[in-house]
């Protein structure tokens, strides 16, 4: 089982819908949650941090993590096409190293 | 610079050929992380540098592969006797330190392909 698990997807949805992304990990020392969004040929680029659990809001994103049952999610109002890409999910337990561990990813369409 | 550069962006070598991929990070970022994303397995972490020491490299997949960087600045990723299961984007990331607030930035990678 891997730590941390992420549908591959694609999720296809209108211009204008309410997205929702989701990762489930196993390991409880993780407290260090990211989204990263990655354009076609491009790097991955961070678009939302988080520590510890709670949420935390920036323009049409929302990045939700519950830590008693290993869940994060994060939702996209108002999709646009722009939005297209895959999306990823990585956290880690912090120390030394802050070494990233990343779900496999998500890509997303959204149709205009 | 004003980014992460990687290169050669593209590279295509036979198998059992040896390869060189470079990574130029951001001015001044001490921390360095090499990964590997291939189809349908995310990204894989490879070996992490702080300044010219690489105190983590537990994610090499083999001796075949291996990781240098000098001057506290540009890194070298070496993977020797290429073989198919190679085959994947190579992605540096670079931070000004291991501290995670200041997250990741990543370059664009090397794809490579070996045939």
């Known amino acids: 089982q891997k730590e941390v698990e992420q549908d591959p997807g694609p999720l296809s949805v209108p211009e204008g819908a309410i997205v929702s992304l989701n990762c489930t990990y196993s390991n409880s020392a993780f407290q260090y949650f990211m989204w990263y969004r990655q354009y076609s040929r491009k790097g991955p680029e961070l678009l939302m941090y988080t520590y510890s659990s709670g949420n935390k809001e920036d323009g049409r994103f929302t990045a939700q993590v519950d830590k008693s049952s290993k869940y994060i999610s994060l939702f996209i109002r108002d999709s646009q096409p722009s939005d297209s890409a895959t999306y990823l999910c990585?956290?880690?337990?912090?120390?030394?190293?802050?070494?990233?561990?990343f779900g496999t990813g998500t890509l997303l369409a959204v149709q205009p | 610079g004003a980014g992460v550069s990687q290169s050669p962006s593209n590279k295509v070598t036979e198998k059992g050929k040896d390869v060189e991929l470079r990574c130029d990070p951001i001015s001044g970022h001490t921390a360095l992380y090499w990964y590997r994303q291939s189809l349908g397995q995310g990204l894989e972490f490879l070996i992490y540098?702080?300044?010219?020491?690489?105190?983590?490299k537990s994610g090499l997949p083999s001796d075949r592969f291996s990781a240098e960087r000098t001057g506290g600045s540009v890194s070298t990723l070496t993977i020797q006797r290429t073989q198919q299961e190679d085959s994947a984007v190579y992605l540096c990331a670079s931070s000004r330190t291991p501290n995670i607030n200041y997250g990741y930035t990543f370059g664009s990678g090397t794809r490579l392909t070996v045939v």
């Open positions: 990585a956290m880690s337990a912090g120390g030394a190293t802050n070494k990233l561990i």
């Open positions: 540098f702080q300044g010219n020491s690489a105190p983590d």
